[in-house]
């Protein structure tokens, strides 16, 4: 086997694949193409599905996402119980299953007086819009009388009786300026400053 030169007649260096200098003959092959037809789209989709799905961080993004799932049922599944008598009856049932008649007793006492509690509970929500319109003309006095004290120190530390007033008359603004009533824009007429400070 005859050594090749490192170098071209002009100085160059040889690359490997190109001996001597010489340039590469095309290669021209012969043949069929086997299956080179491209797969149909759903099978195409599969692939790229499966791909996507066994990378490292998928899996770790859709680990977590499960997390969140899960711990939603477990959160659903602690609030119907706390609001039913799902986890009394379970335990009533595993402890006859035992033949644990005691427990089984123990926790039928307490099943009963969830009951009651929960009857109170919803007693009480019916009654609690009355409690509050009862309570509603003393919440409005106390917000007025805290207005008005307000006022009272604004005015001593401005030394203008007017400012007694002032809060109340900004509450009332603001309620007439809300959202509930309309557009604001045309309504709301805040005092300007040179105005409001006038003694």
């Known amino acids: 086997m005859s050594e090749m030169p490192d170098t071209n007649d002009d100085g160059r260096r040889n690359l490997p694949a190109v001996p001597g200098g010489r340039e590469a003959a095309p290669v021209i092959l012969e043949g069929e193409v086997v299956g080179g037809a491209s797969r149909p789209a759903p099978l195409r989709a599969v692939h790229v599905i499966r791909a996507v799905a066994r990378h490292e961080r998928a899996r770790a993004a859709g680990r977590n996402a499960a997390y969140v799932g899960i711990g939603a049922a477990v959160i659903t599944r602690r609030l119907w119980e ?40 919803r007693a009480d929500l019916v009654e609690l819009p ?15 009388a805290v207005l008005i004290v307000t006022g009272v120190l604004m005015a001593i530390a401005s030394k203008n009786v007017k400012e007694v007033a002032a809060p109340v008359r900004t509450v009332a603004q603001v309620v007439s300026c809300s959202p509930c009533r309309g557009s604001c824009c045309s309504c709301c007429t805040w005092p300007a400053g040179p105005a409001r400070t006038r003694r």
């Open 130 to 144: 009355l409690k509050v319109a009862k309570a509603a003309p003393g919440i409005a006095a106390g917000f007025l």
């Open 82 to 121: 706390s609001r039913s008598i799902a986890r009394y009856e379970r335990s009533i049932r595993s402890a006859e299953a035992a033949g644990d008649h005691e427990a089984a007793l123990a926790w039928d006492v307490q099943r009963v007086k969830f009951i009651k509690d929960r009857h109170a509970r």
